[in-house]
């Protein structure tokens, strides 16, 4: 099964590490590798991001599960040098974006379209960093920085010490793009789902079954019975504070896949290729 490497995982991952399924192993690693081992069918089941779920078509969601928010997310978010509505229709702004994002980049090309009408140019980067920018270390080409997951936890920190030891950091405007998507359509945003081959539960749909109820219990045990252990790893991954992980693991975060969600997810597969951003 694979998993995502990242600590929005966490209260998942920690207990599925602990109490999984015996015949079940683990497969850690970022949302872009993940699915280059889907796409090469070295994995049929696990966590990935919504657009290779939805552009491959051939999964399954498992239900009750998901990487969401209903507002600001906090670890998706958007650096750019001016405010958006600072840059002509249809653009170009050029974005420095993680190799190992694909929700998030298609997510913020649909925004940037719909309420610019801007047309981005993405410049792939390992860790897109607009602290570099503050001090003057290159990247002057790049008007604005996508960064997300734990980067973008340890950037937007890093950007706030920036912006209270002088200006600089004030000169970039922050946009959180969980926030900017809820403001906008208010519907949750689903960044990643679980998912299974289904050709995997075709031929194995008793495990499909029984994995689906394991997993949807999950997120409940990782927030509550496991809570302590949880922010304390993700505390040494990222050297947050427990107060700013509290607060993202209980009010940024969403493990759920309502109505709501699959509503969510089906806008952002509309609007992905309304703009051209699925290739099926």
């Not at 498992?62 to 997310?73: A, E, Q, T, W």
């Not at 993700?234 to 700013?244: F, I």
């Not at 109505?259 to 806008?267: D, K, N, P, Q, Y």
């Amino acid at each position: 099964m694979g998993q995502i490497d990242f600590i929005n995982c966490l209260p998942i991952t920690w207990v599925l590490q602990r109490e999984k399924p015996e015949r079940l192993s683990l497969a850690f690693g970022t949302p872009g590798a993940l699915n280059t081992l889907y796409r090469e069918k070295k994995l049929d089941l696990g966590a990935m991001s919504s657009h290779y779920f939805l552009e491959d078509g051939g999964f399954e969601l498992f239900g009750d599960i998901s990487i969401s928010s209903r507002g600001p997310v906090g670890s998706v978010l958007l650096f750019s040098r001016r405010p958006l509505a600072d840059y002509k229709s249809p653009g170009p702004i050029k974005i420095g974006v993680p190799r190992a994002s694909a929700s998030s980049v298609r997510l913020v090309h649909i925004l940037l379209a719909e309420t610019y009408g801007l047309e981005p140019r993405f410049v792939s980067m390992d860790e897109p960093d607009p602290t570099a920018a503050c001090n003057n270390i290159g990247a002057e080409a790049i008007d604005a920085f996508l960064c997300f997951g734990d980067s973008a936890l340890r950037v937007d920190k890093k950007m706030s010490e920036i912006s209270q030891n002088g200006p600089a950091g004030r000169d970039f405007t922050r946009l959180d793009l969980g926030q900017w998507w809820f403001e906008r359509y208010n519907l949750p945003m689903v960044f990643g789902v679980w998912a299974a081959r289904k050709s995997w539960i075709e031929d194995n749909p008793q495990d499909f079954a029984a994995l689906s109820g394991f997993l949807a219990a999950c997120p409940a045990l990782g927030l509550n019975r496991d809570f302590s252990a949880v922010v304390a790893e993700a505390s040494e991954r990222t050297g947050l504070s427990a107060e700013r992980l509290e607060r993202y693991y209980r009010h940024e975060l969403d493990f759920g896949l309502s109505t709501e969600h699959r509503e969510g997810l089906a806008l952002y597969q509309e609007l992905c290729k309304k703009h051209g951003l699925l290739i099926k």
